[in-house]
């Protein structure tokens, strides 16, 4: 019996997902994290994912650059 749902995930969803908590992370933790994430968002788009793999790219960018400002402010 065929799945039903066999062939409708992109195959970058796993990449976009990653990204995206990558980038949750690297806001918390560490600035490369948001990095990682904006890779992770580009292998995601060029495997089909459009939307999730921009959505994962833009918090990347936004993450690297904010994991900057609470890094100043937690050591200053």
Avoid: H, N, Q, Y
Avoid at 28 to 34: E, L, Q, R, S, V
Avoid at 54 to 67: M, N
């Amino acid at each position: 019996m065929a799945d039903a749902d066999a062939g409708t995930t992109p195959e970058g969803r796993p990449w976009s997902i990653t990204g995206l908590v990558l980038a949750g992370l690297g806001l918390a933790m560490f600035p490369i994290g948001g990095l990682v994430g904006i890779v992770c968002g580009g292998i995601a788009r060029s495997k089909g994912e459009g939307p999730l793999g921009l959505a994962a790219i833009v918090a990347g960018v936004g993450s690297f650059f904010a994991s900057f400002g609470v890094a100043a402010l937690v050591l200053g």
